[in-house]
């Protein structure tokens, strides 16, 4: 299994709403990250869980909140968003260690929408 | 710091025309170098890599050479179809930094028409 999975693929939510972004691989990977993208850019990093432990925050707001709960699994709890939050959130996952070479396996991403 | 520079966009071709999409590299030490591509509303998938100088990496027609004289990892494809309109983001990762950021260009945008 080479797939990283994330639901939900579309996400509408009002400003006042509390929502989480769900994302999960099989492929063994020790480190589990967490991008944004808007619209014609290149993904920017928000996060970096490695060993499931919060390794990387690049001064990301409050309302955004990830977890990691297990080495499968990463999640991106959502509170009190602003519009320009809007974007494709992008999850990825890359092996640990000096022969994984960096290389990262992104996700499909969720669509946000915040009203 | 690090970084990558791609060729502005976007690049329009006709189909089976050669693609040539220019990345070129600024970094300490010897980085990791990908190509990854976006299909319209969809994530990044990996395309290739090159992990060292010289290698080559190929995937679905497309390479790139890991020139570390020219700090460049230019793609390439001898034949373009309509299915590879998608946008392209090179870029580049300290290889002896797992679980940190990749670094990427800003992302060429490819048409190709029938």
């Known amino acids: 299994d080479t797939e990283v999975t994330q639901t939900p693929k579309h996400l509408v939510m009002g400003m006042t709403n509390k929502k989480s972004l769900k994302c999960e691989q099989h492929?063994?990977?020790?480190?589990m990250y967490w991008y944004k993208q808007k619209a014609k850019k290149p993904p920017e990093l928000m996060f970096v869980?490695?060993?499931?432990?919060?390794?990387i925050n690049e001064s990301v707001p409050s309302r955004f909140s990830p977890e990691c709960p297990n080495s499968s699994l990463l999640n991106l709890h959502l509170h009190a968003l602003q519009p320009e939050d809007s974007a494709l959130y992008l999850c990825?996952?890359?092996?640990?260690?000096?022969?994984?070479?960096?290389?990262?396996?992104f996700g499909p991403g969720t669509r946000l929408t915040v009203l | 710091g690090d970084s990558v520079t791609q060729m502005e966009g976007p690049v329009t071709l006709s189909e089976e025309a050669f693609l040539t999409i220019n990345c070129t590299y600024t970094?300490?030490?010897?980085?990791?170098l990908f190509w990854y591509v976006q299909y319209p509303g969809e994530g990044l998938q990996l395309l290739l890599k090159?992990?060292?100088?010289?290698d080559k990496g190929s995937n679905k027609g497309f390479e790139a050479t890991y020139r570390k004289e020219t700090t460049s990892f230019h793609l390439e494809k001898g034949s373009v179809q309509v299915s590879d309109s998608a946008v392209y983001f090179c870029?580049?990762?300290?290889?002896?930094?797992?679980?940190?950021?990749?670094?990427f260009g800003k992302g060429t945008t490819l048409s190709v028409s029938s």
């Open positions: 990825a996952s890359s092996q640990v260690g000096s022969e994984s070479y960096n290389e990262q396996f």
């Open positions: 492929m063994g990977h020790r480190a």
């Open positions: 869980y490695s060993y499931e432990k919060l390794s």
């Open positions: 970094a300490t030490g010897y980085p990791s």
């Open positions: 090159a992990t060292k100088a010289d």
């Open positions: 870029a580049l990762s300290d290889r002896n930094q797992a679980g940190t950021a990749l670094i």
